[in-house]
């Protein structure tokens, strides 16, 4: 069935799936196998040379995560996606495909800190330097502009500020200079924003986050157009390897099925929270993509469905009354990641942005108060309450 045209809600469920080919299981079946057995020594020998299509070996392809491919390719209204070990590993891959020694990345002043390491790395081994900018305007990323420059990296929301950047801009001046644009549409998934419909070229996520949306698995996407994944496909992601498992394809194919009713929760919670936080008086301030007084909210309002579930604040106080406030939580948990059932929170100065020099980390905005939350599934009205006590027991600062 073709479900292309068909609304979101249905594609999470139905595309790239034909229960009638598989024995009418309503479930898309895990193809656990290393690899596949060929009739003949010529099929086989068809095979390697693409002359014959079919499955040859799961770390070059298996039809599970196939199929969550299709569907990620189809949500993000891309030709092709690839599904990979961990959001590293797809950002790694596609990082590597685009560059060679010697060329330049202009990134968003901001990125999870992984990101920041590989970068580093990128640079100290293999002499690919890159540019930080805030960008904010046209000028300040032409300004950054060299011959050498292949690839701009944008993280909107940038984790953890939840700073935006309009994508439409980055396109305007990118396409001008025929420079790639990569977009880690972690923080949205494609049911609150679409880069690919902005121009971006490619669009990568770490898929442990709201796209398996169950806190049991790491994973990576990446999509884009045909040609590029194809390469992909071939050279990073086949020799380096950091492929999918099927059964953890598996589970990010039940996730997805709930993708959209998720979303819509975790956006119904968080803007209850940041009502509230905004009047708290130990907030000193709140940070959310859809709050009215946000400086960015024009942005959000061209490229963004809801605001998501991350809500990234500052307390008044120091580092160690953050600290304490964390420490004071029973409900919240305090755990690095994101986009899961359970309500997670997070200092990112001491934790995810910890590899990133303080200099480097205070001008992407990230101070010792600032805390991220990831809003959960829970009544709002319980996590509200743990956060309020939480934030009471720090008496007055
Ligand atoms: C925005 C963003 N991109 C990429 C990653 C890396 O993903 P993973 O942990 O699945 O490798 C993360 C992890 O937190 C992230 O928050």
Same mark, same amino acid.
């Given at each position: 069935m073709?479900?292309?045209?068909?609304r979101?809600?249905?594609?999470?469920?139905?595309?790239g799936?034909?229960a009638?080919?598989?024995?009418?299981?309503?479930?898309?079946?895990?193809?656990q196998?290393?690899t596949?057995t060929?009739?003949?020594?010529e099929?086989g020998?068809?095979?390697?040379?693409?002359?014959?299509?079919?499955y040859?070996?799961?770390r070059?392809a298996?039809p599970?995560?196939?199929?969550?491919?299709?569907?990620?390719?189809?949500?993000?209204g891309?030709?092709?996606?690839? =599904?990979?070990?961990s959001?590293?590993?797809?950002?790694?891959?596609?990082?590597?495909?685009?560059?060679k020694?010697?060329?330049?990345?202009?990134?968003?002043?901001?990125v999870?800190?992984?990101?920041?390491?590989?970068?580093?790395?990128?640079k100290?081994k293999?002499h690919?330097?890159?540019?930080?900018? =805030?960008?904010?305007?046209?000028?300040?990323?032409?300004?950054l502009?060299?011959?050498e420059?292949?690839?701009?990296?944008v993280?909107?929301?940038?984790?953890?500020?939840?700073?935006?950047?309009?994508?439409?801009?980055?396109v305007?001046?990118?396409?001008?200079y025929?420079?790639?644009?990569?977009?880690?549409?972690?923080f949205?998934?494609?049911?609150?924003?679409r880069?690919?419909?902005?121009?971006?070229?490619?669009?990568?996520?770490?898929a442990?986050?709201y796209?398996g949306?169950?806190g049991?698995?790491?994973?990576?996407?990446?999509?884009g157009k045909?040609?590029?994944?194809?390469?992909? =496909?071939?050279?990073t992601?086949?020799?380096?390897?950091?492929?999918?498992?099927?059964?953890?394809a598996?589970?990010?194919?039940?996730?997805?099925?709930?993708?959209?009713?998720?979303?819509?929760?975790?956006?119904?919670?968080?803007?209850?929270?940041?009502e509230?936080?905004k009047?708290?008086?130990?907030?000193?301030?709140?940070?959310?993509?859809?709050?009215p007084?946000n400086?960015?909210?024009?942005?959000?309002?061209?490229?963004?469905?809801?605001?998501g579930g991350?809500?990234s604040?500052?307390?008044?106080?120091?580092?160690?009354?953050?600290?304490?406030?964390?420490?004071?939580?029973q409900?919240?948990?305090?755990?690095?990641?994101?986009?899961d059932?359970?309500?997670?929170?997070?200092?990112p100065?001491?934790?995810?942005?910890?590899?990133?020099?303080?200099e480097?980390?205070?001008k992407?905005?990230?101070s010792g108060?600032?805390?991220?939350?990831?809003?959960?599934?829970? =009544?709002?009205?319980?996590i509200?309450?743990?956060?309020e006590?939480?934030?009471?027991?720090?008496?007055?600062?």
């Amino acid at each position: 069935m073709n479900n292309m045209n068909k609304r979101m809600e249905t594609i999470v469920i139905h595309h790239g799936y034909d229960a009638k080919q598989h024995l009418g299981s309503l479930s898309a079946p895990i193809f656990q196998t290393s690899t596949f057995t060929f009739d003949t020594a010529e099929q086989g020998e068809a095979r390697f040379a693409g002359q014959e299509d079919g499955y040859i070996y799961s770390r070059l392809a298996n039809p599970t995560v196939r199929m969550l491919e299709e569907k990620m390719a189809c949500l993000e209204g891309g030709e092709a996606a690839l =599904a990979f070990s961990s959001g590293m590993a797809a950002v790694s891959a596609v990082l590597l495909a685009l560059t060679k020694a010697n060329d330049h990345i202009i990134c968003s002043q901001g990125v999870y800190g992984c990101t920041f390491g590989l970068l580093q790395m990128l640079k100290k081994k293999y002499h690919v330097s890159h540019d930080f900018c =805030a960008m904010e305007t046209e000028e300040e990323i032409r300004r950054l502009i060299r011959p050498e420059t292949v690839c701009i990296y944008v993280e909107t929301p940038i984790n953890p500020t939840m700073k935006l950047i309009d994508l439409q801009m980055v396109v305007n001046v990118a396409k001008e200079y025929g420079i790639t644009v990569v977009v880690d549409n972690t923080f949205c998934s494609p049911y609150l924003q679409r880069p690919l419909e902005f121009g971006c070229d490619v669009v990568v996520h770490s898929a442990t986050k709201y796209i398996g949306g169950h806190g049991d698995v790491i994973a990576g996407i990446a999509v884009g157009k045909k040609e590029l994944m194809e390469e992909i =496909a071939k050279t990073t992601q086949k020799d380096i390897g950091g492929v999918l498992s099927p059964f953890d394809a598996w589970l990010l194919l039940r996730g997805l099925k709930t993708l959209p009713v998720r979303m819509d929760r975790h956006c119904d919670n968080a803007e209850k929270i940041v009502e509230r936080l905004k009047t708290h008086p130990l907030v000193e301030r709140v940070c959310y993509p859809a709050d009215p007084d946000n400086r960015d909210y024009p942005i959000y309002q061209k490229q963004m469905k809801r605001g998501g579930g991350l809500i990234s604040f500052e307390i008044k106080g120091t580092k160690r009354d953050a600290q304490r406030f964390l420490n004071h939580l029973q409900l919240i948990q305090i755990a690095v990641s994101l986009g899961d059932t359970e309500t997670l929170i997070q200092h990112p100065a001491t934790m995810t942005h910890s590899v990133v020099p303080e200099e480097e980390r205070i001008k992407m905005g990230i101070s010792g108060q600032l805390i991220r939350l990831s809003v959960g599934l829970e =009544a709002w009205e319980d996590i509200w309450d743990d956060l309020e006590q939480a934030l009471s027991s720090l008496g007055v600062i």
